[in-house]
């Protein structure tokens, strides 16, 4: 099995820590070796976080090289992009399109680049593999916008990129989540799926 | 968290490394654990704080790392098994203590975890903790990954014991948070019943006595030499006729074997897991007849130098790369790419992996950055208040409030470590004639802002000491501190006064106020400003990340009619749920807590809350 490299970026409070465990739950639960690493302390406080995830059947370490990951989960357009140099062709670009202005922009000291016009569109003429959603939209579809990391779970699994099936991810959100809210992260991680499919299969 | 005090060998878990070092602990029989919370070290503590009564050991939070390495320190002398752990530069808090400590040695096992932090993720500096190894004489491992931090201070335990020596732990931010797979071993019971026997030639350590410690420490250390050729932990991957040596220890080594096994390189390694002493017969065994050896460690060349001077004993011509050749940088974490920069300047190796390139745009940065509600920005905008234009000089700390130094705050001045403020700041009063601010926190103050408080007074220093108390240790993740009534083992405990103890070292003006009260907050600081020699303020309000688990208040919006462009709240204040867009300012309602803060700078009121005229 080849192993599997999966770089999760966004801004500190998106539940991106949760997303990653799910992952390596799910991993360990299919008794695949994983390594992570993970973001704690100073930078969480509203600044960017990048945790990765690689699985396979033996992990050497816990950080990804130049173009090798197989997927880069975006919770942010301008976080996507700046991780850009982690992507080659082969890589999976899923990412949300809803931004988080920082403060360096809210106080008028820098620009945020237009998503729609700039982000997007760049990244469209740079891959063939790239899945854009409204993560957070979805999430309040589903019953609230704090499920948007379970949605971005179900969007990395439709990419079938990951050597665990779509039932085994839903079983290891089921065991993360406190119970009370399975039924709505659930919901989330279905609607990330099937919007990620339906872009898939439209391509 | 309670799986780690499951007594279940063989199962496999999924563990930070920081979890992994505790169930390391608990393998081996934990009775005392001490610490002062620091990134990367803090998870430790925090698993800790939920399982230590019920596992039956103690587990204090101490004032700070000299403290908790003091208790550490008395229950392995009476029989105890301790463990104290740290960042990087808590290490030099505790060292006075640390240094003098080996001389005496310890009885039950003793283990030292410093957390060091390549690349200053969440650190003032970035410095190479294994050299105290060298200065103190102390027997030193250097985990790879979670599951050897594990074995690593299980082992570390019984090696204390057998040497009477504490023991170092030295790792870095990729393994503290580094999740892996862990296997478990025999859980072990607490071992809490001590006894002190006395022993004052050994364990007072007066000038006669302290020489009879020092060889009686190099003898021990002699001891060490045989359990470091002997140790599991290092081993050497891969002998057979290779192209290039490589000698390794740390993080830095899981991205050579990785790639040695990606690419499938003719590489051997031997990777170290007891750095000091050093298996020198194993070392020079490995180097004798090789050609090209690289040397692969994070940060200074610790290693490197040590195989510069076996070589010259064993293999004079071989040629040694690393930091002195170029090849690896003694700066910052190291990473697959820097790895693998580094082999193919020595080995036939290509990497043709193609990144994508899109255009490339300025993306706007995003540091870390006050939370919506933080309490310390309303004490920062009603000290610039209460300023107006008169020119201060900002002497700051190192907890949340330190991210003051941002746009459009500008609060940090000058900021070397924990309780740097007070003291710089007596300094900055008697060496200019500007006015003097020390901002620090409640955790800090305990932890060493008391000494230069008492220094102030007695030297007559003029500033304003403010101590901005969020009833909690922030930025590690809100830990207790003896400010907050709670102790590491979850028992009540008395509230020390901040006030009070600014008062009992003769402080004559200590204010207390809420700095959600922009007007009273600046009043206060307006009268503390006159006041001569050292005025105490404290602006005092739970951690929004905190209250904001208890309280739901509704958020603001801006009336756009109302609302003049002036700017003041964004450019002034600068809470990150108000939003430039164009000329127009708007309330980010997802980030917005409701605080209220930002509604009162307001010179038009036009920050309001749902239904509010």
Not at chain 2, 404 to 426: E, I, K, R, Y
Request: glycine share 8%; with cysteine.
């Amino acid at each position: 099995m080849k192993r599997v490299n999966l770089e999760i970026v966004g801004v500190g409070g998106q539940g991106i820590l949760t997303s990653s465990q799910v992952l390596g739950a799910a991993a360990l639960e299919r008794d695949l070796d994983v390594y992570m690493s993970e973001v704690h302390g100073m930078a969480q406080r509203g600044g960017v976080v990048v945790t990765t995830v690689k699985i396979g059947e033996e992990v050497y370490s816990p950080l990804i090289g130049k173009g090798d990951a197989d997927v880069i989960l975006g919770f942010e357009p301008i976080e996507t992009y700046r991780a850009i140099e982690q992507a080659s062709k082969k890589t999976w670009i899923v990412t949300n399109e809803q931004p988080i202005v920082p403060f360096t922009v809210s106080v008028g000291t820098q620009e945020y680049p237009s998503v729609e016009e700039k982000i997007l569109p760049s990244l469209e003429k740079s891959t063939d593999r790239l899945i854009t959603l409204k993560a957070e939209e979805l999430a309040k579809e589903a019953g609230a916008s704090i499920t948007q990391n379970i949605v971005m779970l179900g969007a990395l699994s439709a990419t079938e990129v990951l050597p665990i099936n779509k039932d085994d991810m839903m079983k290891a959100v089921e065991d993360k989540v406190p119970e009370r809210f399975v039924e709505m992260n659930l919901a989330a991680f279905e609607k990330g799926f099937d919007k990620t499919r339906e872009l898939i299969e439209s391509k | 968290m309670k799986e780690l005090l499951e007594d279940d060998p063989g199962r496999e878990v999924l563990l930070l490394g920081n979890e992994a070092i505790v169930r390391g602990a608990l393998e081996a029989g934990i009775g005392h654990g001490s610490t002062y919370p620091g990134t990367p070290s803090s998870e430790i503590g925090n698993t800790f704080e939920k399982i230590a009564k019920e596992y039956g050991m103690y587990f204090e939070y101490s004032a700070n790392e000299k403290v908790a390495m003091e208790t550490a320190a008395a229950a392995a002398v009476s029989g105890v098994r301790s463990m104290v752990w740290m960042k990087h530069v808590g290490v030099n808090v505790a060292s006075d203590a640390l240094m003098t400590l080996m001389y005496a040695g310890t009885r039950a096992g003793m283990v030292i975890v410093a957390a060091g932090d390549p690349s200053t993720h969440s650190s003032q500096n970035e410095q190479d903790n294994r050299y105290y190894s060298l200065l103190g004489n102390i027997p030193m491992l250097e985990p790879i990954t979670p599951h050897e931090a594990k074995e690593m201070t299980k082992e570390a335990f019984d090696i204390s014991e057998e040497l009477e020596l504490p023991v170092l732990v030295r790792t870095t931010t990729r393994v503290n948070h580094a999740r892996g797979v862990v296997t478990f071993d025999d859980l072990n019971e607490p071992d809490n019943e001590g006894h002190f026997d006395k022993d004052p030639g050994r364990f007072v350590s007066v000038p006669q006595n302290a020489r009879k410690n020092h060889p009686r420490l190099l003898e021990q250390m002699e001891k060490a030499g045989p359990i470091s050729e002997e140790s599991r932990f290092t081993e050497v991957i891969d002998e057979n006729d290779p192209e290039l040596h490589v000698i390794s220890s740390g993080a830095g080594f899981n991205y050579i074997r990785e790639a040695k096994e990606e690419y499938d390189l003719p590489v051997s390694i031997l990777k170290l897991g007891m750095t000091n002493p050093l298996p020198l017969e194993k070392t020079k065994e490995y180097i004798e007849g090789a050609e090209r050896v690289l040397v692969v460690e994070e940060l200074e060349p610790f290693l490197e130098e040590k195989v510069k001077a076996l070589a010259k004993e064993v293999n004079p011509d071989l040629e040694i790369y690393g930091k002195k050749s170029g090849h690896l940088s003694r700066l910052y974490e190291y990473n697959p790419d820097r790895i693998k920069e580094a082999l193919a300047e020595l080995i036939d190796f290509e990497d043709d992996t193609e990144t994508l390139r899109p255009e490339q745009y300025d993306l706007p940065s995003r540091p870390p950055s006050l939370c919506p509600g933080c309490p310390h920005r309303g004490t920062y905008y009603s000290v610039k208040q209460a300023l107006g234009d008169k020119e201060a000089v900002f002497s700051s700390d190192i907890g949340c409030y330190t991210l003051g130094v941002q746009d459009p705050l500008n609060t940090a001045d000058f900021l070397l470590c924990m309780g740097s403020s007070v003291g710089a700041a007596g300094g900055f009063s008697k060496n200019t004639d500007q006015q003097v601010f020390a901002f620090l926190g409640d955790s800090t103050f305990f932890h060493s802002g008391l000494a230069p408080l008492v220094s102030g007074v007695y030297n007559d220093h003029d500033f304003v000491y403010v101590i901005m108390d969020n009833r909690t240790t922030a930025m590690t993740g809100h830990q207790p501190h003896p400010g907050t009534g709670r102790t590491g083992m979850g028992d009540q405990a008395p509230m020390l006064s901040i006030e009070e103890l600014a008062e009992g070292a003769g402080v004559e003006f200590v204010e207390t106020v809420d700095p959600y009260d922009i007007e009273e907050t600046t009043e206060v600081f307006e009268r503390a400003i006159e006041h001569d020699g050292i005025s105490v303020v404290v602006p005092k309000h739970p951690c929004a990340l905190i209250e904001q688990g208890e309280v739901n208040w509704d958020p603001y919006q801006v009336d756009q009619e109302e609302c003049r462009q002036c700017h003041v709240c964004t450019n002034k204040f600068g809470c990150i749920a108000l939003v430039r867009e164009g000329e127009k300012v708007i309330i980010d309602e997802t980030q917005c807590v409701g605080c209220g803060q930002c509604a009162q700078i307001c010179p038009f009121d036009a920050i309001k809350q749902e239904g509010e005229e």
